[in-house]
């Protein structure tokens, strides 16, 4: 009987520095061990395991495309490999994948056939946020990007802030790095006055910015958040 291949989810890092300033030694061994790699973006990762395995033969490389485009039964198909005996690896744009990421569903597919699923340890923006920010580590939730549309925009924030009031729960979120600054007036406009708010920009880079304090505190300050990766974190008591 075949012994099936496993699945390794691959950290990568959250910006440009060099992956073993953020990512452990045995990520480069597992890399150097696989050809197949769920990725995606194509020239992203190439260019990440070339960065973290300079001879690794660009050549040898299996790349599977896992988008917002990929079709269900098209990454299924991926898992076909697994099935063989080979192992596989998936890699994120940024960080872990799985989390804020399309991996998610190949993740889910391989439980499903049974597959082992291995994950790596490597760094997560919205653990990291919510590890500095000094808000509630006991009692958090994750939800993702919140609506585009100004007045729904609008209804998140204010329903955001009362479940953190009700259940003494700090609310995490992300933006679109170029929707950062329309975000952060939102929060503004809508959050009460006390209600206290983390903008994590640049998590692990030399541009790393964590502060948090309150919303009253944040109109009065001026900071540039135009297209740098933020977690945003609010927390009413």
């Keep these: 009987m075949t012994e099936f291949g496993k699945i390794y989810l691959i950290p990568t890092t959250l910006g440009d520095n060099e992956p073993l300033e953020v990512l452990p030694l045995s990520i480069k061994k597992i890399i150097e061990d696989l050809d197949y790699f769920i990725v995606e973006n194509e020239k992203s990762a190439r260019r990440f395991i070339k960065k973290i395995s300079p001879k690794k033969s660009q050549e040898s490389l299996e790349i599977l495309l896992l988008d917002k485009y990929t079709k269900e039964h098209e990454s299924s198909a991926y898992l076909d490999i697994c099935l063989s005996g080979i192992s596989l690896g998936i890699i994120s744009e940024a960080g872990v994948p799985a989390i804020a990421d399309p991996g998610a569903s190949i993740v889910k597919q391989a439980h499903q056939l049974k597959l082992q699923v291995v994950p790596l340890v490597g760094p997560s923006s919205i653990l990291m946020a919510m590890m500095a920010s000094g808000l509630n580590g006991q009692n958090f939730a994750f939800n993702g990007y919140l609506p585009i549309d100004k007045n729904e925009r609008k209804l998140a924030i204010k329903h ?78």
């Design 160 to 237: 955001l802030e009362s479940l953190s009031k009700k259940n003494n729960q700090s609310q995490i979120f992300i933006e679109t790095p170029y929707r950062n600054e329309k975000m952060f007036a939102s929060l503004l406009g809508v959050l009460k006055p006390m209600t206290q708010l983390c903008v994590a920009m640049d998590i692990s880079l030399k541009t790393e910015y964590i502060k948090t304090m309150s919303v009253e505190y944040w109109k009065n300050q001026s900071i540039n958040l135009h297209k740098r990766p933020t977690v945003f974190i609010i927390h009413r008591s």
